[in-house]
């Protein structure tokens, strides 16, 4: 079902989503840290935001978690996609790039055909 | 389907409670760890990698909230937690939750068990099209009771009114035998061809009457009712046409009634059969036969109207009528339900005003309770809002908690209400209509307890309304406040109310002790009744007819233990006796009286045994002797009243009277004492005994024999019956002791004053309740007070008087309103009153001191704790 009342939590849910497909199992800093780096750090996350994003995705279904121990040894929460979230996250990486597209075809400069 | 997972989860999450808070804490202490290293090896002192991190996250503790907010459902959290929060609450102050719930309980139950009731009486729809329009119409004159119609009379009214667009008419129900392999005693009413298209009812099988089956000899047809079909025909479908003997005829069956078909005048009926008068006799007759009849009223016309129009055919009956007896002829035009309801109709809105009292004194309660409660709440939710709780919060929380009490209220109230209608139907008379089919309304319960929700709102939920003061967090006790005026009139309005209910409650106890004290004038006890009604079809000649009666005189006479046996037409107090005008009564020497009726004089045909057996003394003369029975004379006894009456101070012994115009002329022959002879309450009328002797004239099929007897009456009923039975077998026989018969006669007034009593004990607990909490209230509010005067010098008895003070001046306020209101309302009483004044000095009385009384220990509960308070404890309360 696709999200699309609120762009913004659509769009940190897909971020987690494809992140935890590339990266595998992660942890809420790690993933957190990584989406950044991702974005070339132009987005400046709120650490508050993620969790309870990570709690619905959850909840929903799309991920699980677990606790284990950090790269450097520190008990931490570890997030790892379901069978459900990697289908989602084919799904919903599809729709959102023929949004963009359409929306690209609006922003671009009008060409006469 | 995925938001679906995630709401279970969510709700899952509210009960799994606060484990998953603390696996939280340790995922955000191990996030700003990482954080925390990762700012170091950056190159921050570990204090501005602490602060980075703390910033980035926007706060631990945010984060923390809205994790919470997305791990449950917040709204329904919260609910659970008022929920358990007022839970609490009610643990730690049972008497408050108790007392609540049970006064919303009583009020609830009694409101809907009594609107259950009274809604059938005052409120149903009656089976009829368009009920409304439906009119009874007839004339009131003092021999009969109800309107009714003479056939000399009525045809010239049907064909001559102008407001009916339908006009109809029945001659009675009368008791008539279904004689086939099955015999059963039945009631056929006799109707008009188009009294049920009158009435708008169409039978559900077969067809309505036709104009030809309605006349003198037609073809003798049938509608039976629905009962009948269903115990007497297995509600076959093939009984349309068919032949059943009624009365030794065939009769044919030409359809079946509705099931809830109902005669206007509610009486029982099996069977319905043409009137089939002789239309041209009838018109030419004086008075010709007693008929009822019912109108529907043109649309758009009032009864009002009706009656105006009515006038002109009203001033040609009044002109067939004795002229002396015109004044006392009426017209009467009312709607069929109020010929129904008529004399219930008082008693169904005294019901109605006693338990609106009384759930106005329960609201009164609650409300009083609530704000109590509220008040001494002030400064927790001071506290609470000062922490952050919001308004709403505390609103919701108020809500909840008078929500939850309501419907526990609700809840019990119902289960009350249907124990109460269960009473009600086992100790209601059987004058009342319907009662027995009253069941339990939802729309009824549904209003009471929206009602008690919407006092508990408004009283419960008021004091979170306004913003806590923040005053209260700082003051050292807190102020009375305006709930506490508030509080006090309620208290005095339901002092006031229940001094109105317990008046009434008094006056027709009173009444009701009047109606079974008085002088019968008669025996009761050891008393046997025996009433006989032959079938005619049987015993077709008064030969027969006496005959029969005669045998089971002899009969009952060899019975052991029987002293007496006579036979009579009716029986006093209550039966429905013979009666004639006084006015026709001639006496010999005398003119005829020319003006008025003179009132009625009750006429009973009687053996002598009669007198002996009822214990009525002769007072003058020899009375009838069993030897006169058979010899040509005809004399009578009188009573005293009618003796002194028409003889005054002469002996009324051997004069001659002639009962009847134009009829024999009798011989007074005794002075019988005077017996109550118009039910319980009736004023007594003058009585005339005829002699009832030997001679097939003297008799009809309908005796009853009266025995008295020295055994026990459940010994002796068994005897009587195979006594009769041997004589014929298929005869009804019907037989009560005569106490029991005085004692049913007393059902209604019982009723009455057992229910006014109830409600009036429940309103005189509750506003005894409210007084109680109220003066209780205020002295623990004024302990400080208290210890500061006490410590001043004030004496215990000070303490006492400043508390009861308090009490008094409610209780003398509220009775003094009460008092006023109650005299006016006992007006309204005044015709179900028995010698008993409307203003009776002794009801009031006592009502007063008995409430005064009560309420004063009321007061005086909270005021000796008060009075006994330790100054020093007092004050170091804070």
Partial sequence: ?113 | MRRFRALWVRLKGILSGGRENEEFDAELESHIAMHIEDGVRSGLSPEEARRQAQMRLGGAEQARQAYRERRTLPGLESLLRDIRYALRGFHRNPVFAITAIATLALGIGATTAVFSVVDRILFRSLPYAHDDRLVSVGLTAPIIPEEFMLGGSYYAWRDNQKPFEAFTSETGVDECDLTERNPARLRCASVEANFLPTLGISPILGRNFLPEEDRPNGPKVTLITYGLWSSHFANDPAIVNKLIDIDGSHIRVIGVLPKDFEMPTLQTVDVLVPEALDEAAQRKADPGRVMYAFARLKSGVTIDQARRELQPVFNYSLNLAPAPFRKEVHLMVRSIRDRQVHDVRLVAWLLFGAVLAVLLIACANVASLLMARAAARERELAVRSVLGASRGRLIRQALTETLMLTLAGAAAGSALAAMLLHVFISIAPAGIPFLVNAHLDLRIILFTVLLSIFCGVVFGAFPALTRPRVATLTARSTGPGAHNFLRRCLVVGQIAITLILLSCAALLFRSFRGLQGQNMGLQTQGVLTARIALPRYRYTTAQQQMEFALRAEAALRRLPGVQAVGMSDSVPPGEIHGEQIYNNIAIAGRPRATSGTGGMVTWRSVTPEYFSALDIPILRGSGFIEQERMSNDRSLVISSLLASRMFGEQNPIGQHVQPVPNGPWYTVVGVAANVKNAGLSGADEPELYQLRRSFAGDWNPFTVMVLKTNLSPVAAAPWVRSQIAAIDPTIPVDIETLTQTVNSLADRPRFETALLGFFALCGLLMAVIGLYGVIAFMAAQRTQEIGVRMALGATRSDILRLIAGEGVRLIVLGGVVGLGAALAAAQLLKSLLFHVGAHDPVSFIAVTLLLALVALAATLIPARAAMNTDPMNALRVE
């Fill in chain 1, 1 to 113: 079902m696709a999200e699309k009342t609120d762009v913004w939590q659509g769009t940190l849910a897909l971020m987690v989503l494809k992140t935890l497909q590339a990266m595998g199992p992660q942890h809420g800093y790690g993933l957190a840290r990584r989406i950044e780096q991702t974005s070339g750090d132009r987005l400046q996350l709120n650490y508050g935001t993620l969790y309870p994003a990570l709690l619905k995705l959850e909840q929903e279904g799309f991920i699980r978690s677990r606790w284990g121990v950090s790269e450097n040894n520190r008990k931490a929460k570890f997030y790892e996609l379901s069978k459900a979230g990697q289908r989602r996250v084919l799904k919903a990486a599809a729709e959102w790039e023929q949004t963009t597209e359409i929306l690209a075809r609006f922003l671009s400069p009008m060409e006469e055909s």
